[in-house]
């Protein structure tokens, strides 16, 4: 028969245990856990123009701070793409609970396996190595007239149409962002 004290730390451990899951899942999955902060989500959907007409995709979506924005100001159709299961609870919860939830698709599993070719905007805040693996999809998927924003990190190689030093978001135009072809040799 469990005691009162007995409980108690079986509660304790298993709030440090989901906490601990909470911080560290995501640095395995491959891009740590932080959302990204209000003003810096207004200037990702003020720079790509994001209206009720776009698809928005965030690849690591965490727990909504941007596709539930976009969703409910813009209008827009948005896609939350997030590997890590605890997070993806709290996304369907927002998208249950919340206002324009109906707009939301929440698609738990790994964005380096998405089809992005419908989108219209595709936000990311990852790390290098994650932008790095994504240039090579970003340049065989995307449709011309699609904007990426990012926060933080730069497409590597990539021409950015502004970046905003405040905010540090990059907004790329595809295919304006396509690196120059290196000269021929000889
Ligand atoms: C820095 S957070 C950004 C969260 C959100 N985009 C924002 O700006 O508030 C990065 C997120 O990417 C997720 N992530 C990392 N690797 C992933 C992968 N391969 N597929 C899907 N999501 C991934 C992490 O679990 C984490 O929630």
């Not at 690849?59 to 727990?63: D, H, I, P, Q, V």
């Not at 933080?152 to 590597?156: A, G, I, K, Q, R």
């Given at each position: 028969m469990l005691t009162q004290n007995d409980a108690l730390f079986v509660l304790a451990v298993g709030a440090l245990v989901g906490a601990a899951y909470f911080m560290f899942a995501s640095f395995i999955f491959g891009a740590g856990y932080q959302p990204a902060p209000r003003a810096v989500v207004t200037r990702m959907l003020d720079d790509a123009q994001v209206a009720s007409t776009d698809r928005l995709v965030d690849?690591?979506?965490?727990?909504g701070a941007i596709v539930f924005r976009a969703a409910r100001e813009r209008g827009a159709r948005a896609v939350a793409v997030e590997i890590d299961p605890f997070r993806i609870g709290i996304l369907r919860l927002r998208r249950r609970?919340?206002?324009?939830?109906?707009?939301v698709e929440i698609r738990w599993g790994d964005m380096f396996r998405l089809d992005l070719r419908a989108a219209d905007v595709v936000a990311v805040f990852l790390w290098p190595g994650a932008m790095l693996r994504l240039r090579s999809v970003f340049e065989t998927q995307l449709k011309a007239g699609s904007r990426v924003v990012s926060h933080?990190?730069?497409?590597?190689g990539w021409k950015a149409h502004s970046y905003d030093e405040t905010t540090r978001v990059y907004l790329y135009r595809w295919p304006e962002a396509r690196p120059d072809p290196s000269p021929s040799a000889g």
């Open positions: 690849l690591g979506a965490g727990t609970f919340g206002r324009a939830g109906d707009r933080w990190h730069p497409v590597p």
